[in-house]
């Protein structure tokens, strides 16, 4: 089996940074090691360089199949393994959407022979689909549309929802929004589901958070049962500032809103109320974006940008790299059932980042990897980029280039 030992290198967690080698055999880590030596292992210097868990992103829209005009999962992972993302969990508003064994498997396979990093699919909750949803095998689990989407998975109907909640043990991940509570622009925390989640024992896991009113509605819902996450955008962006410059570019659904629920997001995150940060990557094309609203579609891209923005925030001490590796690896790899995934230690999976924390660079320098072609941060100065980006043991990405031979592997859920 091949060796590769990455020395020199400082290696993060949650729980800290300390200089370590690493030293993997075949697509596991062997050892986490000050001083390692290994005649027969090729050698990734890292000097000057940290090394973080890959980045798991619970949440991407890679379009295939069906809409591969904006992405598939060719151009989605090398995006991924450009911006140090390991792993991937797609959505399943694809067309067909994904509400079947069949069609899931359809995905994974497609995947297997084209993606460059880890991944797993959502299964999208349907009307008349609970055998479905409650037989499909591996998969992190069930999404339920729950405010305005897309191609026949909206679910806004109490009873069915229930159903859902009712049977089966696997996560359900929701938007906090509510179809009938967004067409009354009331309250956007009244969501059915946290009640339902608690009810039935559920693990419920919440996307992309976008107001301080669903952060202060979710600390008072604290517990085992519920997880969620934030975007970079929605922590990173703010109206009016955003729509000025971007126009219909920064139209997202949930939308950008203004400073103060950005600065709440950053408060739920930092204790521990957001426990991860997912892209929601929802790419379109440029032509698409600049259609005049509302015919502009909703979504902006992300996987590629995301670590450099977290970075850089961690840069400007707004947060530490560590806890950047736990937002963006640890946790997702732990409230998802990501086995051998999230961490750098002996026995887990060789899939890392190694990033020059000192790095300076303009988002969209040497173009984008992600098919839309564009990112709502370009021009974007950062510090702290990924270097290089290791999946199950193979150097994948390396300073802008690929090995277009390396594939990653469905990840287990537990
Ligand atoms: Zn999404």
Same mark, same amino acid.
């Not at 020395?7 to 062997?30: Q, Y």
């Given at each position: 089996?091949?060796?590769?030992?990455?020395?020199?290198?400082?290696?993060?967690?949650?729980?800290?940074?300390?200089?370590?080698?690493?030293?993997?055999?075949?697509?596991?880590?062997?050892?986490?090691?000050?001083?390692?030596?290994?005649?027969?292992?090729?050698?990734?210097?890292?000097?000057?360089?940290?090394?973080?868990?890959?980045?798991?992103?619970?949440?991407?829209?890679?379009?295939?199949?069906?809409?591969?005009?904006?992405?598939?999962?060719?151009?989605?992972?090398?995006?991924?393994?450009?911006?140090?993302?390991?792993?991937?969990?797609?959505?399943?508003?694809?067309?067909?959407?994904?509400?079947?064994?069949?069609?899931?498997?359809?995905?994974?396979?497609?995947?297997?022979?084209?993606?460059?990093?880890?991944?797993?699919?959502?299964?999208?909750?349907?009307?008349?689909?609970?055998?479905?949803?409650?037989?499909?095998?591996?998969?992190?689990?069930?999404?339920?549309?729950?405010?305005?989407?897309?191609?026949?998975?909206?679910?806004?109907?109490?009873?069915?929802?229930?159903?859902?909640?009712?049977?089966?043990?696997?996560?359900?991940?929701?938007?906090?929004?509510?179809?009938?509570?967004?067409?009354?622009?009331?309250?956007?925390?009244?969501?059915?589901?946290?009640?339902?989640?608690?009810?039935?024992?559920?693990?419920?896991?919440?996307?992309? *958070?976008? @107001? +301080? #009113?669903? &952060?202060?509605?979710?600390?008072?819902?604290? =517990? %085992? *049962?519920? @997880? +969620? #996450?934030? &975007?970079?955008?929605?922590?990173?962006?703010? =109206? %009016?500032?955003?729509?000025?410059?971007?126009?219909?570019?920064?139209?997202?659904?949930?939308?950008?809103?203004?400073?103060?629920?950005?600065?709440?997001?950053?408060?739920?995150?930092?204790?521990?109320?957001?426990?991860?940060?997912?892209?929601?990557?929802?790419?379109?094309?440029?032509?698409?974006?600049?259609?005049?609203?509302?015919?502009?579609?909703?979504?902006?891209?992300?996987?590629?940008?995301?670590?450099?923005?977290?970075?850089?925030?961690?840069?400007?001490?707004?947060?530490?790299?560590?806890?950047?590796?736990?937002?963006?690896?640890?946790?997702?790899?732990?409230?998802?059932?990501?086995?051998?995934?999230?961490?750098?230690?002996?026995?887990?999976?060789?899939?890392?980042?190694?990033?020059?924390?000192?790095?300076?660079?303009?988002?969209?320098?040497?173009?984008?990897?992600?098919?839309?072609?564009?990112?709502?941060?370009?021009?974007?100065?950062?510090?702290?980029?990924?270097?290089?980006?290791?999946?199950?043991?193979?150097?994948?990405?390396?300073?802008?280039?690929?090995?277009?031979?390396?594939?990653?592997?469905?990840?287990?859920?537990?």
């Amino acid at each position: 089996m091949t060796r590769l030992l990455i020395k020199g290198g400082t290696v993060v967690s949650s729980r800290g940074a300390e200089p370590a080698d690493v030293l993997i055999e075949g697509n596991t880590i062997l050892r986490v090691a000050a001083g390692i030596a290994d005649q027969a292992a090729e050698v990734l210097d890292a000097r000057g360089l940290h090394l973080l868990p890959g980045v798991l992103d619970s949440h991407v829209h890679f379009r295939e199949p069906g809409l591969t005009h904006k992405e598939d999962l060719a151009s989605g992972s090398r995006a991924c393994a450009a911006g140090g993302v390991t792993s991937f969990f797609d959505m399943p508003n694809t067309r067909p959407a994904g509400t079947t064994r069949a069609l899931i498997a359809e995905k994974k396979a497609l995947a297997a022979g084209k993606s460059l990093v880890n991944y797993n699919f959502f299964i999208g909750a349907a009307r008349g689909n609970l055998d479905e949803l409650n037989a499909a095998k591996n998969l992190p689990g069930i999404k339920v549309f729950l405010g305005s989407s897309t191609g026949g998975l909206l679910i806004d109907d109490d009873v069915l929802l229930e159903g859902i909640f009712s049977q089966g043990s696997r996560l359900i991940a929701v938007h906090a929004e509510d179809e009938a509570v967004m067409r009354e622009a009331a309250s956007r925390v009244s969501s059915p589901t946290v009640a339902l989640s608690e009810r039935y024992r559920r693990r419920l896991h919440v996307l992309h *958070l976008s @107001s +301080a #009113e669903e &952060t202060v509605f979710l600390a008072e819902h604290r =517990g %085992p *049962l519920v @997880s +969620a #996450e934030a &975007t970079p955008h929605h922590l990173l962006l703010s =109206g %009016p500032e955003a729509y000025e410059r971007l126009g219909t570019l920064a139209q997202t659904n949930p939308p950008i809103r203004e400073a103060r629920h950005g600065q709440a997001l950053w408060k739920a995150l930092l204790a521990g109320i957001i426990q991860c940060v997912a892209t929601d990557h929802a790419p379109h094309t440029l032509e698409e974006k600049r259609r005049t609203y509302p015919e502009s579609p909703s979504g902006v891209p992300g996987v590629e940008t995301a670590l450099p923005l977290m970075l850089d925030q961690a840069a400007r001490g707004r947060c530490s790299v560590s806890q950047v590796a736990a937002w963006m690896s640890e946790n997702p790899a732990r409230l998802l059932g990501a086995q051998g995934k999230g961490r750098i230690e002996a026995g887990m999976d060789a899939d890392l980042a190694l990033v020059d924390l000192k790095k300076s660079k303009r988002v969209g320098e040497g173009g984008y990897q992600t098919k839309c072609g564009w990112s709502p941060y370009d021009g974007m100065r950062l510090t702290g980029w990924p270097v290089a980006t290791i999946v199950g043991g193979r150097v994948v990405w390396r300073e802008g280039t690929f090995d277009l031979t390396v594939r990653g592997t469905e990840i287990k859920i537990v």
